[in-house]
């Protein structure tokens, strides 16, 4: 029994100390609660009101936003007219998005000089009424002249002056001389009526003169030019910036940091009744001004935040001390089995703690531990799951770590770990690669610390974390790429600050607009600016920027050498996490090789334009001549004894023959013909070419020629240069109207081609070179026309005095001679063209007199084919005058069914090319079919080469119409076979 109260005894005792502290520990508790709801109650006021109050500042910066980028609509411009700033305000779309501002306006800042003229500027706008008011003598005046939008009760303070009033005065006044955003104090906008009037105050950003300094007060006061300002009405303000709150909490805002009913500017429960569960007063400066924001918990505010009675808790702490009382007895009893396993988990515990206070540092990482004297090594779940491991994959030894690192890390992990066991570092910190399960290498981070030594200093334990960063590397490649492609872009890009100042350009930039980064870092894009683009661009190109959209569109820009180049602009904006604009950023893109492309386009146009009329007209217009030079012939022979008509009749045959060759001229230089390249002596060529020329210029005009000696022989097209040389010297002939001294000269020399002339002409082949020159004193061409001289249908005559095809002609004609053309002019010096043209190494052999001899026929019979009658009538006279039978055809088929009837009497047909029912080459192959020998020849009125490109038709002899009747007669005799 004794033994049983020496039991007993201690468990009364502890179950009358456990009752005495429960209570104790409930009455602890209700105060820890009470003070806890209270406590909560904080918190949730606290985190309320201040979320309202980075919401009211957000917003304010928000304004101060919009009126910088008024600002710079002024900066940006010469000057900002009344519709360029209603483009600029409505495009900010305040009653969407920016709920609460009255207005975005411009105050100008009038002297007492200037104020007689300002009243009548704005008055021719069409203001009959409009004045500066109140009315008085002043230093200076300040007149709101914009104010968008221009509603009825905007159109109030049309032409106050702010200035004139203490409070808007003070703030101007502060704004003018720091630069920054002012906020007025409480005022009563003159926008108010009778009707429901709220407490109002006004932000205002000065607005200087471009390009002056503005480091000191003086400074700025002396380039001030007005204000770019905004009234806000504070219960819209407020509200719009909030929206409606529950009744739960009161919010007032008074002004200059005073709790006074005469600072009130806003309340937001002005009819509450009842007390507070709780206030708070928090300050915020906004724009040089500092507002008191006082907030009240109203008795809902409570359980709107969702805290309820502490009496259900209290009942149950109660019920928890009275389980705690009861489970003494047990408690007591198995105390020292226990203490017992608090002793083990202690031991087991203690061995750990090094180990897991480490992995603490690296929560969610990987963790292992070293033992660096048995090699041993502990990898955490964790280590193996970043490596994507089942548990028995990795081996807890240092050698199955090291085999899955990258090979190229090796090196540099092991240097680090012994950098750190040496005691060179406090830490081993090292990012390496190591391989995933699935066969990939990862990035990790791996840092450890050595946390046992033993005796003589030797590391005995590292322990240390493993985190995977992989993501990290990912975006740092990323932002790699993306600065380098920014960098490298072939399109230039800009990037300014939100005042528009240059804080980045990329080589492209350079390259494109001659700047370098360091002259146009600090600089405004008005560096580019080339006055090409109007006010009102500008206008809505700001607008659009500073309200956070996207800009794009097509400008001309000019470089640092004053040329001008089209561009493709973009300009976005970049906003910080908070929303306020920190910087735009401008991508340009030059059109000034898609342009040259157009440019060539069109011109490849006008020259099909070309090759489709001359191809249209030719094989009619070579029909006609060969009739007239026909006739001619015949004619000239007939008045052989006259020599007066028969030198008449020379020249019109001459004539007919150059406007053939200039026929033939326009099929090359549209590309319809090829022109027939033979050895020219140049020499002689240009000196019977001046001589021939020289009796057709007024008597006025001195030619002079400057023609060295020499064998100069090129490769050519004589009926193509010589139609050069027409055109070059009929248009220095034209120039020279109305100079007093008109002169032209014509100059021909060797050329020796340097490194330079072939950088500057990579399509000329050849060093040694024929440099012929047609220089005239005349007019001259502006170097405006200069540029377009080569250009189809371009030309400086007047109506009716040229073609504006000469030029062009004469530039594809030497183009097709493989040489180039090149014009130096100045105005009313004169102009001085040159050709350089690649020369031969042989010498021309003389002409044989012989070779232009008329041949006689010997009575053979002739089959002539041609559609046209007229010119089939004279050549067959021709023909007949040389001795020649002649049977004729108007067509293909016709001649196939005469020559199947008398083959054996024809001895040559002569075939027209395009015919009707049967053309040429057609008739010649049905005429072959009946006999392969026939002797056959084409004469065509268009290009040869459309003949002779067909290789079974490229022996056959072609001859151009209009023809020379002794060419023809040579041909028709080899074709005979007669000497």
């Keep these: 029994m004794e033994h049983y109260r020496k039991g007993v005894q201690p468990v009364l005792i502890a179950t009358l100390i456990m009752t005495v502290l429960v209570s104790a520990i409930i009455v602890f508790s209700w105060h820890q609660m009470v003070d806890a709801r209270q ?235 009842g007390g507070s569960l709780i206030s708070f007063n928090l300050p915020l400066e906004t724009a040089g001004r500092v507002w008191q924001l006082r907030f009240q918990a109203l008795p809902a505010y409570a359980e709107a935040i969702g805290i309820r009675s502490l009496v259900p808790e209290m009942a149950g702490m109660v019920l928890i001390g009275l389980l705690l009382i009861a489970l003494t007895w047990n408690l007591f009893n198995t105390q020292r089995r226990a203490s017992r396993l608090a002793h083990q988990l202690t031991a087991s515990l203690r061995q750990s703690e090094e180990r897991w206070s480490f992995a603490l540092e690296g929560s969610g990482d990987g963790v292992w531990d070293w033992n660096i004297s048995t090699g041993k090594v502990f990898f955490s779940p964790r280590f193996r799951q970043i490596l994507g491991l089942e548990e028995g994959d990795l081996e807890g030894s240092m050698e199955g770590w090291k085999q899955r690192l990258h090979a190229g890390d ?202 489709t009329l001359v191809g249209g007209i030719a094989h009619d217009f070579n029909n006609t001549l060969a009739g007239i030079t026909g006739n001619l012939y015949l004619a000239r022979k007939r008045v052989q004894e006259q020599p007066e008509l028969y030198d008449r009749l020379g020249i019109i045959e001459q004539l007919a023959f150059r406007a053939a060759a200039m026929i033939k001229q326009l099929l090359t230089f549209s590309r319809k013909s090829k022109p027939e390249m033979t050895p020219v002596a140049i020499h002689s060529f240009i000196k019977e070419t001046i001589k021939l020329h020289r009796i057709s210029l007024p008597e006025n005009i001195e030619l002079k020629a400057v023609v060295g000696e020499g064998d100069f022989v090129i490769m050519g097209d004589v009926n193509l240069l010589q139609q050069v040389m027409i055109n070059l010297l009929n248009n220095a002939r034209d120039a020279l109207d109305g100079i007093e001294h008109p002169a032209i000269e014509v100059g021909l020399e060797r050329y020796n081609a340097d490194e330079q002339f072939h950088a500057d002409h990579p399509e000329l082949a050849g060093d040694q070179l024929v440099h012929i020159r047609v220089c005239d004193n005349g007019h001259g061409i502006s170097q405006t026309d200069l540029a377009h001289v080569f250009e189809p249908f371009f030309t400086t005559k007047g109506v009716g005095k040229g073609t504006g095809l000469g030029l062009s002609m004469v530039y594809g004609a030497i183009q097709s001679h493989r040489g180039v053309i090149s014009i130096e002019s100045q105005m009313e010096q004169g102009t001085c063209v040159h050709i350089y043209l690649p020369l031969m190494r042989v010498r021309v052999p003389q002409e044989n007199e012989d070779v232009l001899r008329v041949m006689h026929g010997q009575g053979e019979c002739i089959l002539l084919v041609d559609d046209h009658e007229e010119t089939l009538a004279t050549h067959r006279e021709v023909l007949e005058s040389l001795n020649y039978r002649v049977i004729t055809a108007t067509n293909g088929a016709d001649a196939v069914d005469i020559y199947r009837k008398q083959q054996g009497h024809i001895d040559l047909v002569v075939l027209d090319v395009v015919m009707p029912r049967m053309g040429g080459k057609e008739a010649f192959w049905e005429i072959r079919a009946i006999d392969p020998m026939a002797r056959m020849m084409f004469a065509t009125g268009y290009d040869r080469g459309n003949v002779q490109k067909d290789p079974d038709l490229a022996d056959i002899p072609v001859i151009n119409k209009p023809f020379v009747v002794a060419e023809l007669s040579q041909v028709i005799g080899r074709l005979l076979k007669r000497s």
């Design 39 to 273: 406590q909560h109650l904080n918190d949730e006021f606290r985190s309320d009101i201040a979320e309202i109050r980075v919401k009211i500042a957000e917003r304010m910066t928000a304004y101060s936003q919009i009126l910088k980028g008024g600002r710079s609509l002024f900066l940006a411009s010469s000057e900002v007219t009344r519709q360029e700033w209603h483009t600029y305000v409505s495009s900010l779309q305040l009653d969407k998005d920016y709920r609460g501002i009255q207005g975005v306006g411009y105050a100008m800042a009038v002297t007492p000089d200037q104020l007689s003229s300002h009243e009548a500027e704005i008055r021719r706008e069409g203001f009959r009424d409009y004045r500066i008011w109140p009315e008085g003598e002043r230093d200076l005046y300040t007149a709101i002249v914009y104010l968008e939008p221009f509603d009825w009760r905007n159109q109030r303070a049309f032409g106050y002056d702010m200035f004139a009033q203490s409070t808007r005065h003070e703030a101007m006044a502060r704004a003018r001389d720091s630069g920054e955003p002012s906020l007025s104090g409480k005022v009563l906008l003159v926008q108010e009526t009778n009707e429901e009037p709220q407490a109002g105050t006004l932000l205002y950003v000065p607005l200087y003169r471009k390009d002056v300094p503005l480091e000191t007060v003086a400074q700025r006061r002396d380039a001030l030019l007005g204000w770019v300002y905004s009234p806000y009405r504070m219960d819209d303000l407020i509200e719009g910036m909030l929206g409606s709150r529950a009744s739960d909490l009161r919010l007032q805002i008074y002004d200059d940091n005073a709790d006074h009913a005469d600072n009130l500017l806003y309340d937001s429960q002005p009819n509450a009744a």
């Design 410 to 611: 090796v090196d540099m992990v092991e240097h680090e770990l012994a950098r750190h066991l040496r005691g060179e570092s406090s830490e081993y910190v090292c990012e390496y690669r190591i391989r995933h399960r699935n066969g990939r290498y990862i990035w990790v981070l791996g840092r450890g610390r050595v946390i046992s030594y033993s005796e003589d200093g030797t590391p005995l334990r590292l322990v240390g974390t493993t985190s995977d960063i992989s993501r990290r590397r990912q975006a740092e490649e990323k932002i790699r790429l993306l600065s380098q492609s920014v960098h490298q872009s072939g399109e230039a890009i800009m990037m300014t600050d939100a005042t528009g100042m240059i804080e980045y350009v990329n080589p492209a930039f350079t390259t494109i607009t001659g700047y370098s980064e360091a002259e146009a870092v600090g600089q405004t894009p008005r560096l580019l600016n080339s006055g090409a683009q109007s006010n009102q661009l500008y206008a809505a190109l700001w607008a659009t920027i500073s309200s956070g959209r996207t800009w794009h569109g097509r400008i001309v820009d000019r470089k640092k050498d004053g040329s001008f180049y089209p561009a493709m602009l973009t300009i976005s904006p970049i906003s910080s996490t908070g929303g306020e604009i920190t910087h735009y950023v401008g991508i340009q893109q030059s059109l000034q090789e898609y342009e040259d492309m157009e440019a060539r386009f069109h011109q490849s146009q006008k020259m099909e334009a070309i090759g």
